[in-house]
């Protein structure tokens, strides 16, 4: 008898009096899309009806070794094994030998047809180092048994090697349950593996918005080019009109240099002031009113994250009620159509009479609009729908105002216009419907230096407001240096890198 013979012989002792077993083991780990374990999900394999749940780590094992007696018999497989990569094969018959071998996830790596009794190199078939399954077939009789290689395939069989692996159900698979998070079904080629899952939140539904960092929803355009036919370019960006009612408005766009016509893109509209007009906003001399361009946004944008928009009104003023919220909502469907923006990040922001019309806009288009941010708010002097038109619904708001400013009020703000919007704010009760928020009163500013920004705590959380005051006059580029006068530095201010945060929170 030759040494490989005895040795082949010697595993196949093991094999006999070891018996065989139907087993497998599937294990793994759950966590949530953050990396944060899962505790207590349900874990249960379809076809073979058994269940379990994750520990306080969130992992889990289901498995399965019930052994059951074995002896030779006339019509089985024969003599296996591996040692040193090289299977060897022994069976008294003249039937054919068949051999196959998969890897954990149940992929078929090897396939050969052998003779009678003999050796063949795996080295030849497998190259990678793991787990592998084996099924040699003699006729009707047929043995699956498992074999790890490490490099040299010196240790082929563990103590587990006699076992026979139970093979799977034709569409076999495990599935995951958890409260809060989508239900994960997963297909198995095999019984005997390692998984390693992460569930995915379900967004939640609410009467009315969208969730604080909801997934970004696609426009029209998304996917296509723009087929929008400029006037001309400007410095910094486009410029555009369109027809709103008997008037041809003029519009302007800046794209980010790297815009992808495939991503979801935030947009902002920038509305000027009193005695200014869209095309300042777009590139304009620094000074205390334009230190950069949209209100200082557009620098703060590293990624190209924002498009860029900046409506002219007629004639300087918005005045123009209706026409001038028909102009604003055909712009932005116009967006919509032709480049690829998130539907639910529409920012607006603007200063004193851009103010007026952002806030009169953000009480008419809460469905469109998902945050705004103002700088010296007024609640007169402007045009808001009426009667069955009005809207009330709520919306996250910001507003920067100098107490001392004597054009837009700041009192009457405080007092006005800033309940109104509290009242629609108020967190939301069980049927959905948002409360009255308008009791609580801002912490404000106190002295000559600084500033304080206050965040309502009764207000829903989707639907932040916060109210910033400083020491100053009509100014948007609030300071910590005092009013103007001694010390006074507009380049100073700390209102664009805030309403960059309290946007970037949505």
Known sequence: MSIITRSFLATASILAFCGLASAYTVSGSVSDEQGKALEGVSVSLLKEGKATTTDNQGKFTLFEDETIGFH????????????????????????????????????????????????????????????????VTVGNARQNFKFSTEGSYSNTFSAHASALLKEVAQGEAIRFVAEGFDTLTVPLGTLDTTLDVKLKAVAPQFKFGYALGNEPTPSKGCGSNSKLQKVKSVENGDQFQIKVGND????????????????????????????????????????????????????????????????????????????????????LTTLEENYCIDTSRVFITGFSFGAMFSYSLMQDMQSRVRAAATYAVADYNIWLPEGNNMKDLPIAWMNVHGVNDGRCNYDRAKNSALPRILKRNGKADANGDFTDASSEKPKEISGNTGHVCYDFKNVDERFPVKWCTWPGDHQWTAHDTGNMGVGWNWEQTWVPEAVHEFFEQF
């Not at 050969?112 to 078939?125: C, E, I, P, V, Y």
């Not at 209100?295 to 924002?306: A, E, F, I, R």
Request: glycine fraction near 10%; proline fraction near 3%; charge should be neutral.
């Open 72 to 135: 030779a018999v006339r019509n089985s497989v024969g003599y296996v094994s591996v040692n040193n990569g090289v299977l060897s094969y022994s069976q008294s018959t003249s039937a054919p030998v068949h051999v196959q071998i998969f890897n954990s996830l149940g992929n078929q790596v090897f396939g050969k047809t052998l003779q009678g009794s003999g050796m063949f190199d795996l080295n030849r078939a497998i190259k990678a180092h793991g787990t592998y399954f084996a099924q």
């Open 248 to 331: 041809n408005r003029t519009y302007f766009i800046t794209l980010p240099k790297n815009y992808d016509n495939k991503k979801p893109h935030k947009v902002l509209f920038a509305l000027h002031c009193y005695g200014s007009n869209g095309e300042d906003f777009v590139h304009h001399k620094a000074d205390y009113d334009h230190p950069t361009p949209y209100y200082g946004q557009q620098v703060l944008d590293k990624n190209g994250d924002y498009i860029f928009v900046s409506l002219d009104a007629v004639g300087g003023l918005w005045t123009k009620g209706q026409g001038d919220h028909d102009f604003f909502a055909q712009t």
